[in-house]
């Protein structure tokens, strides 16, 4: 079987430049950025295994914005901003964790519904009386896919819905029982010293694997693949070689993972990884998915966040290959981020001329084409002036 889901023919004439380094280090382009990226496209939150119960909550603090994901008593899983609307306290403080049958603000005491309504506020009769939905959390744009939650701080935007933009991946993807699966060892984060675009640029090409994944090339270098960003999706595709075996985590993996049964024969070797414009990838092992993702937090650094999600009936050989696979991705990780590290400081050098991309980096290129289309001043070779970007990106949007 063909394992391309899309056969994509690179075109000969492709312009292999990158993004303009200016934009790597600009203020006024990073606010572009999360206004016209970051807050109006799906972002993943979670997967509703970190919220099992009702009253169980998560948070998540981005690129300015504060989300609040709450499983009601009815069951149902909702998304709101988590901002108090007495005077904009966070009605939760901690990023995990589970409450009664309330949520109570720690300012003064606002009491809300875990349906986002509010119950009351402290001494109500000090103000007029309050409409409980009118003064109750406000909603985020919120759908649930194969189990993972899907949040939108903007309500509409540029995507379609969740299900329609990830169609192309369903059918693959609907093998593996993901919306049972539960949390291995809960959301990370972590910080990198780099834009986010350069972790994003060093995810989205394989080019690199040869010489700077030892571990992964190893393990299935010879089979590995990426198909590009075609409508916001892209992939990658390898299959591991059961004769692989010069490092010890890999050697072990190989030895243990157990035949995955549950698979069709030609996912049962696949380490997959889709990425889900702008920001956001999943991957998936024959043991374990997980989602990783990565948001501003000004030009120069980067929160990386992810989680990873097993069977709830692992066998002990699942558990120990699902653990050698972390373990292999810790590696692959650390040694990403010093490459993105090398690559986004040079963009500060004078002597920097753009990046020259192989036929092996079209996955970097369609994802600059289709930042380019949202923030159009990234066209621009030269860095327009701060105080000009908005204006002139206003107007070449307006343009089409
Ligand atoms: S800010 Fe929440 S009760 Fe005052
Ligand atoms: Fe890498």
Known sequence: MNPHL???AIPNDWDRRGLPGWSYHSNALLELEKEHVFRNHWQIAGHVSDVPNPGDYLTMDVIGERALIVRGKDGVVRAFNNMCRHRGS????????SCKNALVCPFHGWVYNLDGTLRGAARPRSFPELDKTEFGL?????????????????KGGPQPSVAELLKPIEAE????NIADMVPSWGIWTQKSPVNWKSVRDVDNEGYHVAMAHPALQDLYGATYFDEPFINGVSRSFATYN?????????REYIKLAPEATHLPEHLRKAWIYYGIFPNNALSIMPESVQFYQEF???TGETLLRGAIYRYKDETREQAAARYLA?????????????LSVWSNESMLSEAFEGFYLSDLEYGVRTHHDHLRRQVPVLNLETAPEEKDMWGLNDALRSRG
């Open 173 to 176: 993807m609907a093998h593996y």
């Open 326 to 338: 972390y373990r292999i991705d810790r590696d692959t990780m650390n040694e990403d981020v010093q």
């Open 90 to 97: 966070r009605v939760v403080a901690d990023s995990q964790g």
């Open 6 to 8: 899309r056969d994509v």
């Open 138 to 154: 406000m909603p985020l744009d919120l759908e649930i896919w194969m189990g993972f939650i899907f949040i939108r701080f903007r």
């Open 242 to 250: 059961p004769h692989a075996g010069r490092r010890w985590s890999v």
């Open 296 to 298: 501003p937090l000004s």
